[in-house]
């Protein structure tokens, strides 16, 4: 079938109606004549598949990774950079237009390096092979490159494959780079360290994980962000844009220095990032994160970076509510899924004057704003392209108590 491709979604997929049902068709542009066919039809929608384009945008980008079509995980690298800009800055308004109260503008995205930004991989084993599941998990798709990590990553996934063809096959590694091109290799599923050794003899691999158990050393792992040094074991959450870390935390000191806030909760606190950074700006920082390694990471990193406004908790956010008094500002950075409603009904009762919003995924921070708009309203919402070529964006978003 032939169609012209009406709008985009939020995925980034192309919008035609076909049957009376509205189709969605990635690697497809706005105004663009394709070809396609329907390869999944639900109820009330299908999916197709863009088998040619007949009429190009001039908006069109040829993405240089040969991976990308079967990856499916860079899904509007199709786009070129000002229109992926205009997409995710869109995107957010139109989601929080809907779904809270705001109508307001936002503020022009964030933006940085286009490739090899991503400072962590995660590779899958199959058939011997290192590579991704494909979005839809059926599909493996080895890989030899990815055109989002940097080079000290990507030479070190032929010598994974060299080690996998007549060693012990491991089922997954996770693969982390820091600002000195250093590497932390973290795998699950058995395999032969000695051998693995040999083989990556000469890559600047100074750490290596076998089922979250650190098994080699050479130095510990640390990444830095702006003037701050972080240890990272392997299970703990760090950004995976680094430069834009910077970026996206400058915004967060900018409304600390203009809230005047002085006792700040940084909840889901991951190894300390936020809570270190703004240390400086306020008298008073408590910092909550689930996950035990990286609250060890976060006291390691306030001893190392001298802090001494800072405390860590370690628990779910959840069940540390009755801690959660007399803060002035609450600085809330959730994993995708967002807000637990306990949290939400604590913020309601708390009633912190300011709350400052870092979400990663927009429907979850449209939902919860929703939720608190009858004490709160959105006075700044800033997106951050923390992950160029696919359609997710970083947004920050500033409440003040009504």
Request: some cysteine.
């Amino acid at each position: 079938m032939i169609g012209k491709i009406e709008s985009l979604d939020h995925y980034g997929r192309g919008i035609i109606h076909h049957q009376g049902k509205v189709c969605f068709i990635p690697n497809a542009l706005t105004g663009e004549m394709v070809q396609y066919k329907i390869v999944k039809e639900k109820k009330h929608y299908a999916i197709g598949k863009c088998e040619k384009v007949i009429e190009e945008s001039k908006d069109r980008y040829l993405f240089p990774c040969p991976f990308y079509e079967q990856c499916g995980g860079c899904q509007v690298a199709h786009m070129c950079e000002s229109l992926e800009h205009q997409f995710k800055e869109e995107k957010i308004k139109n989601i929080l237009s809907k779904y809270t109260s705001y109508h307001g503008k936002t503020k022009p995205i964030l933006f940085g390096e286009r490739l090899w930004y991503r400072n962590k991989i995660t590779l899958h084993v199959k058939a011997r092979k290192v590579g991704f599941f494909s979005e839809e998990k059926k599909t493996f798709v080895p890989i030899t490159e990815c055109f989002l990590v940097p080079p000290a990553i990507n030479r070190i996934l032929p010598k994974l494959n060299q080690y996998l063809d007549k060693n012990p096959a491991f089922d997954r590694i996770q693969i982390r780079c820091n600002h000195q091109k250093e590497l932390q290799l973290s795998i699950d599923g058995t395999y032969d360290l000695e051998r693995l050794q040999e083989i990556l003899k000469g890559e600047a691999v100074i750490e290596i994980y076998h089922n979250h158990q650190l098994q080699y050393q050479s130095k510990p792992f640390q990444d830095t962000i702006g003037s701050f040094s972080f240890h990272l074991s392997d299970q703990s959450f760090f950004q995976v844009n680094r430069l834009l870390t910077e970026t996206l935390y400058r915004v967060i000191v900018h409304h600390m220095k203009n809230q005047h806030a002085k006792k700040v909760l940084d909840l889901y606190c991951g190894v300390g990032t936020i809570g270190i950074t703004i240390s400086p700006f306020v008298k008073e920082v408590l910092g909550i994160e689930v996950v035990p390694a990286a609250i060890q990471n976060a006291i390691q990193n306030k001893e190392e970076n001298k802090i001494s406004n800072i405390t860590f908790q370690c628990g779910k956010v959840e069940d540390h509510l009755e801690q959660l008094h007399g803060y002035d500002t609450w600085i809330i950075d959730p994993p995708r899924k967002g807000l637990d409603p306990k949290v939400i009904d604590t913020l309601l009762q708390e009633t912190p004057s300011s709350i400052i919003y870092v979400s990663c995924d927009s429907m979850t921070l449209a939902r919860d704003i929703h939720l608190l708009q009858e004490q709160y309203e959105i006075k700044e919402v800033h997106p951050v392209d923390m992950f160029p070529n696919t359609y997710h964006v970083e947004c920050v978003c500033l409440l003040k108590r009504k």
